[in-house]
């Protein structure tokens, strides 16, 4: 492909990306296959840290360093891809109360977010007994949002 060509094209894509529309506009099953993305990287980093908790797996502290730093990076962008707009989609089992009670599912975002901070910090500088301590209030802070806003 000719240098030019290719320069072209990259600079096509870019702004293609450039001008995607911002979140709130975003398309629902985008929004959908986002969620459900985050969700599964926090699922995957918690549930080896819960394991390793439980004493069912063996980690090493460089090992939950990555886990914890996946989880902190993530965790955020729980509470962003829930916008208006996305509350009916096919295939999602997210709850209407999302939408009507939105201090309420804040609150439990918040104190997800908290929990998993904690937890990540203490993977962060290699504190095995701090993880142990902080991976039930994580755990029970998915829990208490899936009783709530999550179809079984
Ligand atoms: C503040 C609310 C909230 C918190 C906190 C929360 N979740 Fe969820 N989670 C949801 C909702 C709502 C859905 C359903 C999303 C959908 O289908 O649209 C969901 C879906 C999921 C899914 C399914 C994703 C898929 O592929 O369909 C997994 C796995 C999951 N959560 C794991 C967790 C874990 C693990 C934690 C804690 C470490 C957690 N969640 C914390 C609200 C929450």
């Not at 492909?1 to 990259?10: E, F, H, I, N, Q």
């Not at 296959?33 to 980690?59: C, E, N, T």
């Not at 009916?88 to 999302?98: D, F, Q, R």
Request: hydrophobic content about 50%.
């Amino acid at each position: 492909m000719r240098r030019s060509l290719k320069a072209a094209l990259a600079a096509s894509l870019l702004a293609a990306i450039a001008s995607a529309p911002a979140q709130a506009q975003q398309k629902p099953d985008e929004v959908l296959a986002l969620r459900k993305g985050v969700f599964q990287v926090i699922k995957s980093s918690f549930g080896p840290m819960a394991g390793f908790a439980d004493g069912k797996v063996q980690l090493d502290a460089a090992r939950i360093a990555v886990l914890g730093a996946r989880l902190s990076a993530v965790a955020p962008m729980a509470g962003e891809v829930f916008p208006a707009g996305s509350e009916k989609v096919e295939g999602s089992k997210a709850k209407p109360e999302i939408w009507s009670k939105p201090d309420d599912f804040k609150a439990k975002m918040t104190a997800f977010q908290t929990a998993a901070a904690k937890l990540a910090d203490a993977a962060k500088a290699g504190n095995l007994d701090g993880v142990k301590a902080a991976v039930p209030d994580v755990g029970k802070a998915c829990k208490a949002c899936h009783d709530d806003f999550k179809e079984k």
